[in-house]
């Protein structure tokens, strides 16, 4: 492995370098590494669930703890140079190792509490950028961010002397978000064929309506729902390399 690797650089820097008759025009496929700082801001006022006729909640709105992890992910692109312009569009899927959790306790003592993780998000992006020097490329990026949430959400009821009386409702679900993003980034052309990149990007999926389905206890026959809304968002900032037909 270590001399597949000593091979695969020693090509890389070996290869021709960018000049200034190169052109960044074509198409390309690439892949990136890097981090994510998700947040969650939930809406309850319009909860229909059991927690919230037995327990109003006061407030009604707030975040969820945020999470940093790794994300990774795959992209593909075409880029338009003209003189020391390049238009662009990408495209790219990505993963990312991240869970918001919250908890909200009402004015009697009942407990709500939610957990929400991306299982795939995406992007659809146009890019302007300028070339510093050939190699160089410093570009804007925005579009269409795109994202699947796994949320589980439990209840657990109190009386008003703060006994609790009921473990109340266990539901999931998987829900779809679509927003935007915007960002920028600096990409380095090592040689004709392969360039490097560092990117940031802020996406915000918007505010979705969700209804989770479930039972009113673990292990329980009672059908149980809970609904309210969820607003997503996260920054990214990560590397990657990207292969130039």
Known sequence: MKAFLGISIAALLAASPVQAGDTWTGPYIGANLGFSHSTTDVDLSHST?????????????????????????????????????VLGFAADVAWADASNEGKYTTPLGSQWSMSSSPDVFGTVRGKLGY??????????????????????????????AGKQIDVGGRTSGNFAHIGYTVGGGLEYAINQNWSLKA????????????QLTGTTKPGGST???????????????????????
């Open 49 to 85: 669930g059991a927690i919230f006729y037995n327990d109003p909640f006061k407030p009604s709105q707030g975040s969820l703890g945020s999470d940093t992890g790794f994300a990774g992910g795959l992209e593909v692109g075409y880029n338009y140079q003209i003189q020391n312009i």
């Open 131 to 160: 070339l510093v020097t050939p190699g160089l490329l410093v570009y804007a990026t925005g579009g269409m961010a795109w994202g699947q949430f796994n949320v589980d959400q439990a209840t657990t009821f109190v009386d008003g």
């Open 199 to 210: 990117e940031y990007l802020f996406l915000d999926f918007g505010s979705e309506d969700y």
């Open 223 to 245: 059908p149980y729902v809970e609904t309210f809304s969820a607003d997503q968002q996260m920054q990214i900032g990560r590397v990657g390399i990207s292969y130039h037909f």
